[in-house]
């Protein structure tokens, strides 16, 4: 039943899939490209109509028949094309074949990736099922693999008569289109699953196990039921599919639009497939090898021998001599530590007790090897990270956990510090940066205590992470004055914000002309703000601004009698005037003005044709004395969810040092929101904007993350929205400088060093 819920959201969901996939050739049509490119993507454009039916059909026969296989308890092939019933025939392949199946597997590999985690989580419960059971499936033929639904992306394509050329040029759009299908079918799979009682908390230990049979990469933690906890796109994207979110229909209006390069895609389980792939391969070389532990359960830890105590202990007092005493090669320079790291760790081995525990001494002297012969980090930051190194050896041997998740407070310190100084800052002068400052009183902070694991860890990362908003903010030259004038936007944005959403309130249920109301909200609302960042929202001059608006809403409405008509004209001249001068001091221009007097006017001429609707005067006096009282009633923002149609145009805040991003990008999907929330503080970037491109630093987020500023080295800052940022990052306009963090560059030479020469684990 679980395999016919999956296959069935597939079925359902096949005809939207190609129907996404050939509005992405025609987006990937109209962009400028090279000339080949350009002429590739035209040719798809103009061959996908005659062969759009017949891809369909063919891929929902492939389902309808798989699903009939499912529902008889019939045998499914799942060979790939080119395999044989026979094992010792042999045959010449094609090299097309051989093409077409690295293709496929390059597509599983996509699927397996985005919608690791469900996947994951489903081939638990089915084991749990089928355990001892004659229904149990062999692994390499169930029609759940990533692979056996890219088999049939493929085959359905090239009996289209689509081509190789096609699936190439349309590549990026369609690995996203199917792997929004199969995370929807893996999520209904195991929601049917869970509702039927099915092992609702995941334990994944068996899946190191069986990684390699499952076609996916393994997830180290536990976790339950109730959401994932992968780190970025991944995870937030499980999340929101978990809460109820359709990826059809709506979703593909966005998703299809995702059409930057494959290498301007940002990885998405790929650090904890780094950590499971490393934890596969020491496994299977050391005997009870198994960093893992129960989701929500406190890290367990094991106690360390007194005689390795001894040895890390002597191995970093001989860092500590070498780097206090500031002599010879030492002082700066991080060569000379790697050599008496190096050598140190034969001692750690002899003191070593357990196998497990000398391979743990192996990986961790790996990883520090990879990250101070790291060329990027300046030679003054990396002997810091040098002094770490026996700390972080304590952690590993005393909590499994800091092999088994990405996110072990000992790693995510290094990462973070590492990300703020990767490549870009040189040694500076004493006294004129503070950052090296603050790492070297995090690394001895760290060092006075030796014996609290994780915790000293996790304390310093905290206070890390409050030192980079204060640094940026104050002591950063190039951030300084950008962060300064993000938040005097964010300070203006603010009131109008909260102007906006009060004067709607307010106005709800009085009949007001379109017009007064549109210029109230856009343009007054900006106004009064202003005045109250420039004044103060009690000032004489707001309480001016306020009552204009009041006067507005008056002469707006239908005026019947002479009198009413002549009062108007009396008050209008200094009422246009009160309205022209508070545009003026927020930096409208003069030909943007006057397009907002000629929206007055047509409301004001409506009203003298009585084609305006009436205002009582208990009306219209309640809502003066609301207006009077505004500031007394505010909404505070904390309590109010502030979204793309909340947020205004900031166009208008842009000066010589702050570029305000207005246009540019694609349509952001909901995970690459999640991702732009996620942006760290320090975080190196590539910018492509206004045919530039240039590194920038995030510096400030601001507005519950829905402004974000980042800085050049010279000290310009640009200025984001939530949503232009989502699709910045989507579009490939704004490229995170490393692809991965510091570990998990590190943990991957580790692991090709291992894989060279497995016995020295042991040795």
């Known amino acids: 039943m679980a395999r016919k819920t999956y296959l069935e959201t597939l079925f359902r969901g096949a005809p939207g899939l190609v129907l996404a996939c050939a509005e992405g050739a025609k987006l990937l049509a109209s962009q400028t490209a090279e000339p080949a490119l350009y002429m590739r993507r035209r040719d798809l454009v103009l061959d ?4 759009l039916d017949v891809w369909r059909q063919g891929l929902g026969q492939r389902m309808q028949a798989a699903l009939t296989a499912v529902r008889l308890a019939r045998p499914l092939d799942t060979k790939p094309i080119g395999q044989g019933t026979n094992a010792a025939e042999f045959s010449l392949v094609e090299n097309s074949a051989v093409e077409h199946d690295m293709m496929v597997s390059r597509l599983g590999q996509t699927i397996a990736d985005q919608a690791g985690w469900e996947y994951t989580d489903l081939c638990s419960r089915l084991s ?18 990533p692979q056996v639904l890219a088999r049939w992306l493929m085959d359905s394509w090239l009996d289209a008569g689509l081509g190789e050329a096609h699936w190439k040029t349309l590549q990026t759009v369609l690995h996203s289109e ?34 390699k049979d499952t076609g996916v990469a393994p997830s180290i933690t536990s976790r339950s039921a109730g959401g994932a906890t992968t780190p970025g796109v991944v995870g937030r994207a499980s999340q929101l599919g978990n809460s109820g979110m359709q990826p059809m229909g709506d979703s593909h209006e966005e998703t299809r639009q995702m059409t930057q390069s494959a290498e301007l895609r940002r990885p998405a389980v790929a650090p904890q497939m780094v950590l499971g792939k490393l934890n596969q391969f020491v496994a299977q070389k050391v005997p009870g090898f198994a960093p893992t532990h129960a989701q929500g359960a406190a890290p367990t830890t094991i106690p360390m021998t007194p005689a390795l105590g001894h040895a890390i202990e002597a191995a970093n007092q001989i860092v500590l001599r070498h780097i206090e005493s500031g002599q010879g090669e030492y002082a700066g320079a991080p060569e000379g530590l790697l050599q008496d790291l190096l050598a140190s760790k034969q001692a750690l081995k002899k003191a070593a007790s357990t196998p497990t525990e000398r391979a743990i001494i192996e990986i961790v002297a790996l990883l520090f090897q990879s990250i101070l012969t790291e060329e990027r980090l300046p030679a003054s930051i990396r002997v810091w990270f040098a002094r770490l190194q026996m700390p972080v050896l304590r952690v590993a041997v005393t909590e499994p956990d800091f092999f088994a998740t990405i996110d072990h407070p000992a790693r995510a310190l290094i990462d973070r510090m590492g990300s703020c100084v990767m490549g870009f800052a040189t040694a500076p002068r004493e006294g004129e940066d503070t950052l090296p400052g603050e ?6 902070v760290v060092e006075a205590y030796p014996d609290t694991g994780r915790r000293v860890f996790q304390t310093v990362l905290i206070e890390f992470e409050k030192f980079l908003e204060r640094y940026f903010r104050d002591d950063n030259e190039a951030s300084r004055k950008g962060v300064s004038l993000a938040q005097q936007v964010e300070q203006r944005e603010t009131w109008a914000i909260q102007y906006t959403i009060e004067l709607r309130k307010m106005l709800q249920d009085v009949p007001v002309h379109e017009g007064i109301r549109d210029f109230l909200f856009r343009v007054w609302a900006d106004v009064l703000a202003h005045s109250a960042v420039q004044t103060s929202p009690s000032s004489e001059e707001t309480r001016v601004l306020k009552r204009a608006a009041a006067d507005l809403i008056w002469s707006a409405a239908a005026k019947h009698s002479r009198e009413d008509r002549a009062d108007v004209l009396r008050r209008l001249p200094p009422l246009l005037k009160t309205v022209r ?23 004001l001429a409506a009203a003298f044709s009585a084609r305006s609707a009436t205002i009582s005067s208990a009306h219209l006096k309640e809502v003066t004395e609301r207006l009077e ?6 909404p505070n923002l904390a309590d109010v969810e502030l979204d793309e149609q909340t947020l205004r145009d900031l166009s208008g805040h842009e000066s010589h040092d702050l570029e305000v991003v207005a246009d540019g990008g694609t349509l952001p999907t909901p995970a690459m929101l999640a991702w732009a929330r996620e942006l760290q503080i320090g975080a190196w970037f590539q910018l492509d904007y206004r045919g530039t491109q240039e590194a920038v630093q995030f510096a400030w987020s601001g ?25 910045f990052l989507q579009a490939g306009l704004l490229v995170p400088v490393e692809d991965e963090s510091l570990t998990v560059r590190a943990t991957r030479d580790a692991l090709a060093k291992l894989d060279a020469d497995p016995e020295r684990l042991l040795s």
């Open 629 to 634: 009282a505004l500031d007394e009633i505010l």
């Open 703 to 727: 507005l519950q993350k829905q402004l974000a500023l980042f800085v050049t080295p010279q000290g310009r800052g640009v200025l984001f929205q939530l949503h232009r940022l989502g699709a």
């Open 128 to 145: 749990a099922l089928e355990a001892g059971s004659a229904a149990a499936v062999e692994a390499a033929g169930d029609v759940l693999r």
């Open 439 to 444: 790492i070297k009183r995090i690394v001895q």
């Open 581 to 603: 001068d508070g545009m003026s001091r927020t930096g409208m221009s003069i030909e943007k003005q006057d397009e907002q007097v000629h929206v007055l006017n047509t409301a």
């Open 48 to 51: 996908m109509p005659l062969c």
């Open 178 to 211: 199917v792997t929004l299908l199969a995370q929807e079918a893996y999520h209904d799979a195991n929601h049917f699953l869970l509702d039927h009682g099915v092992k609702p908390d995941i334990d994944l230990r068996p899946f190191i196990r069986r990684a």
